[in-house]
Structures are given as structure tokens and as C-alpha cells.
């Protein structure tokens, strides 16, 4: 059973389903609310542990009235909670998401992500240096995110760099990646480029090996060489939340078949969790990947 460990946030996702998204200063009737368990790091955790992986979650709560069932939502799912803290006299994450014609618009709260510290990626060391793919977010602090590359590459473990929310890293961490997993905004933004920039072109400049996700497109990969395309699957698109954080989670579950097999199955995964609401709410089992993937075949 692969073995992975992600590092990164636990939120409560508000959502809100909308015929459209409002203007500006525009009250609109919705159809639909639902609060459901999200948060990059949690749903990265999710999706690998549906997937078969022996999954080890590293992040924090808050003391609010959502913690225990966040906690609970992650166990009832097969996720080890060792090392998900609580930090005292602080909310939880929250995430506020409109969902309209298949897309999102989402307000990320981060609350106790924020005090996700260095420590707390000391303390579950141990967990790192036994694991066959580590994941990591950016809805945490940077300085977390550093110390889970470094610690990861210090002991030879693929560590996979979702930069997501995108900012600026300096290139000495995306050194200590195994993986990137952009997509063209974020990949600009972490390499202080154009975002009108072919991507194709930042992929290149990149000083490791990127997975470049692409929607409906599916996604690019390079290692070294030129850049190879993994077309995407054609699903009825529902609710796209989550699809980014499934995509990562079947990439590192999948990593040990190698880098096409894993970004295919990756793709497949991705385009089956945005066949129903919620970020969760479509996240697949191996057998609904392998279905997808014998059906592309037929």
C-alpha cells in the first residue's frame, strides 16, 4: 500500500449553489447550501486515502464548533489524525464557495492554518522519512512549507509542491521538489513571469520537473525534454471544487506506475470528482478510475 503524508490545510467549506454569480453589489437568490469538509490538505487526504493509500494527515484545527467533525470527517475517511493539533482560542478554516454553471468562486479564511508551524512538520518527522510521497499546499504558512521540503528531500522522499494559492518561491525551494503541480497562473507566478507567457515556454524554465494542469485540456508534464500532453476525459461537469486537489492526490498515489501513468490517472480521477457537488462529493475509488480509463480505451 502506497504510503502518503500530506501537509496542509483543514477547512469548512461553505457553499452556496447560484443559478449565476452576482455583480457587485448585487443580492442574488440561491438555489442550494451545503457545508461540507474541504481545505486543500484535507481533501488531498481524502482522495488518496479513496484511492487505496495508507494516508497520514500533518495540519491543524481550531477549537470551534467545526472541529470535531472536521477531525471526524478525516478519520471516517481512513486518514491517520495523529498530528492534526488544535490551536486554542482559534476558529478553524473556512472557505465561502459560490458554485454557478460548474464553476467556483471561493474565499479562503485560513484561521488556525495559519499557526500550521515548522514544529508541528518536526514533531511528525518520523512519518516523513517512511513515506512514499509527501504533499504540500500553500494555504499554510511558507516557512511550513519550506520545512516539509527540505525535510522530505533531506531523506529522499518525493515531495509534490501544489502552489496553490500562487506566490513567488524562491527557486532554491522548488530545487527540493520532485514535482510541481501548477497550473499556468501560478506557474508564472512562481517563476515572477508573464502569465500571458506560453506555458509550454515556463515549463521549460522551471528548475524542477512540472505537472501542468489544464481544466478540460488535461494536463502537461515535463521531466526533461520537451513537454508531453495527457489529454483530458469527457465528463458532464457539475461542481469543479476539488477537482486540482484530486488530480494531486491520484498523482502521488499513482507516482510509484511512473510519471505518464500516474499524470493519466491523475487526469481520469480528476475529471470523475467534478461529476458531483461538493469538493469531496466526487472523489473516486480505483475501480470508478479504472472504469473511466477502460471506457477512454473502448
Partial sequence: MTRIVVVGSINMDLVTVAPRFPAPGETLLGERFLSVHGGKGGNQAVAAARLGADVHMIGVVGDDAFAPSLREGLKQEGVDITHVATIERCSSGTASITVAGGENEIVVVPGANAQLHPSHITKAQHLIECADAVLVQMEIPLETVEATLRTAHAHHVPVILNPAPARQLPMEWLQLARYITPN??????????????????????????????????????????????????AVEAVDSTGAGDTFNAAFAVFLHEG????????????????????????????AEVDALLQRQHA
Fill in 184 to 233: 499556468q497562473h501560478e506557474l508564472a507566478t512562481l517563476l515572477g513571469a508573464d502569465a500571458g507567457e506560453d506555458f509550454r515556454h515556463l515549463m521549460r524554465r522551471a528548475p524542477c520537473p512540472v505537472v501542468l494542469t489544464r481544466g478540460v485540456e488535461g494536463a502537461w508534464f515535463r521531466e526533461e525534454g520537451e513537454p508531453q500532453h495527457q489529454p483530458g476525459f
Fill in 259 to 286: 510519471l505518464p501513468v500516474a499524470v493519466r490517472k491523475a487526469c481520469a480521477s480528476a475529471a470523475l470528482s467534478v461529476t458531483r457537488l461538493g469538493a469531496r462529493g466526487g472523489m473516486p475509488h480505483p
